[in-house]
């Protein structure tokens, strides 16, 4: 089992920023590919961005040139930079991790932007 916590999230202003953290722990061994999708109200969960570990990354239109993803891992922990955000950002963040065709979830945090 991959145990992934999540850190960083709260409220911000529009055009703010916000760095979120996924710490991931137990077998962690061979994990392929970590990420982050949300999940507004009332809305499906949608891919965010994610990072393989071949080096490659893949983004959603809606964050492109405003998000960037990242990982430690000599930490073994992920990052997602959050720039200029808008209130459609709102929304529960989770990490994601791969291993195999087995994908691990962490429990979220709440990234509210609002004035």
């Known amino acids: 089992q991959v145990q992934l916590v999540e850190s960083g999230g709260g409220l911000v202003q529009p055009g703010g920023s916000l760095r979120l953290s996924c710490a991931a722990s137990?077998?962690?061994?061979?994990?392929?590919?970590m990420g982050w999708y949300r999940q507004a109200p009332g809305k499906q969960r949608e891919l965010v961005a994610t990072?393989?570990?071949?080096?490659?990354?893949n983004y959603a239109d809606s964050v492109k040139g405003r998000f960037t993803i990242s990982r430690d891992n000599a930490k073994n922990t992920g990052y997602l930079q959050m720039n200029s955000l808008k209130p459609e950002d709102t929304a529960v963040y989770y990490c994601?991790?791969?291993?195999?065709?087995?994908?691990?979830w962490g429990p979220g945090t709440q990234v509210t932007v609002s004035s």
């Open positions: 990072f393989t570990s071949g080096g490659s990354t």
């Open positions: 137990g077998s962690i061994f061979s994990i392929s590919a």
């Open positions: 994601i991790a791969d291993r195999g065709r087995t994908r691990f």
